[in-house]
C-alpha cells in the first residue's frame, strides 16, 4: 500500500457526537498520523441523511476528546461537514472521514438515511475524496453505545479504526477520476480473518419505522433482515462478518469507478 509522503489534512465527522466509541477509537489512529479536525454534533443525530439546518444559528464550542482538540456543533453531520471544510480545517482538507458509525450503513434505504454518508457527501460535493465508515452490531448494543456510551466500548472498534486509517492512506495515495465516496463497512466481530470485498449497494425496503403511540407516532429505527441477501451485496458481506466497500457514485461513470475500485483493493492488499 503506497502511504503518504507527508502528513495530509483530513476532516473527522459524524451522527452519533463526540463522546461516540467509533468517533474516540477512530481519531486516536488518525491524529498522530496526520494533521486531523474533528468536528461533531452536539446531540445524537442518525437517521438525518444530508439534512442541512436551514436560516438556523449553529452555535458551536471548542472543546476536547481524549486529549485532542474538537468541535463540538449544534447542528447536523451534513453541516459539521461544511462547517469543517469552510471554517474550521487550516485549508482545504485532502479527505473527509465520516465515522466510525455504530452500526454498519449498508443497503440503499439505510445508506439514504445515514447521517454517516450525509456528512461524506458533503465532502465530495466540495470536490474531496471521502470515506464513510460503519461497524455492525445488535439492535440493543446500537441503541445502548448511541445513547449512552462509555469507556468500555472503544476495544469494540479497535481493528475498524486501524482498518479505516489504513483505507485512509489508500485513498489519499491513490488517484482518482474525480472525487469519490467511498462507503466502508465491518461486519460484527470483524477482524483480520475478515475478507475485504468490493460489493454492490443492495436494494433492501426496511418497511415502515414509525410505531402509532396513541395520537402520535414514534421513529424507533429499523432492524436489518440481510438473511435472504445475494452474495456480493454489501449487506451480505457484513451480515457474513467480512468487511464491505463500495463506492457511491454521484458524478463518475461506472467504468471509472470500477476502475478505481479495484485499484484501493490492490491497495488494501485484496
Not at 467509533?22 to 443525530?45: E, F, M, Y
Not at 465532502?123 to 471521502?130: C, K, N, W
Not at 452490531?137 to 466500548?153: G, I, K
Request: hydrophobic share 40%.
Amino acid at each position: 500500500m503506497r502511504i503518504p509522503e507527508s502528513r495530509k489534512n483530513i476532516l473527522l465527522v459524524n451522527d452519533d457526537g463526540l463522546r461516540s466509541p467509533g468517533l474516540r477509537a477512530l481519531a486516536s489512529v488518525l491524529s498522530p498520523r496526520h494533521t486531523l479536525t474533528i468536528v461533531a454534533p452536539s446531540t445524537q443525530k442518525s437517521w438525518i441523511g444530508k439534512a442541512s439546518s436551514y436560516h438556523k444559528s449553529l452555535p458551536y464550542q471548542r472543546t476536547m476528546v481524549d486529549g485532542m482538540q474538537a468541535i463540538m456543533l449544534d447542528g447536523t453531520p451534513s453541516d459539521c461537514a461544511v462547517a469543517g471544510i469552510h471554517h474550521f480545517c487550516p485549508g482545504k482538507p485532502d479527505l473527509v472521514v465520516s465515522g466510525i458509525n455504530v452500526g454498519a450503513n449498508v443497503g440503499d434505504s439505510f445508506i439514504l438515511s445515514s447521517g454517516t454518508v450525509g456528512g461524506a457527501l458533503e465532502g465530495v460535493l466540495a470536490g474531496i475524496p471521502s470515506l464513510a465508515c460503519g461497524l455492525e452490531f445488535s439492535q440493543q448494543e446500537t441503541m445502548q453505545m448511541e445513547f449512552n456510551p462509555s469507556d468500555d466500548d472503544l476495544f469494540h472498534f479497535a481493528f475498524a479504526a486501524e482498518y479505516v486509517a489504513r483505507a485512509a492512506d489508500a485513498l489519499l495515495g491513490l488517484e482518482m477520476p474525480s472525487p469519490m465516496l467511498v462507503n466502508l463497512n465491518f461486519g460484527q466481530g470483524a477482524d483480520t480473518d475478515s475478507r475485504l470485498e468490493h460489493t454492490a449497494i443492495a436494494r433492501y425496503d426496511y418497511g415502515c419505522f414509525l410505531s402509532a403511540r396513541g395520537n402520535e407516532l414514534y421513529h424507533g429505527g429499523s432492524a436489518k433482515d440481510p438473511s435472504r441477501m445475494e452474495p456480493g451485496t454489501d449487506m451480505a458481506a457484513v451480515r457474513d462478518g467480512n468487511i464491505s466497500f463500495s463506492i457511491v457514485e454521484l458524478f463518475q461513470e461506472s467504468r471509472a469507478s470500477e476502475d478505481f475500485a479495484s485499484r484501493f483493493l490492490s491497495a488494501m492488499g485484496g
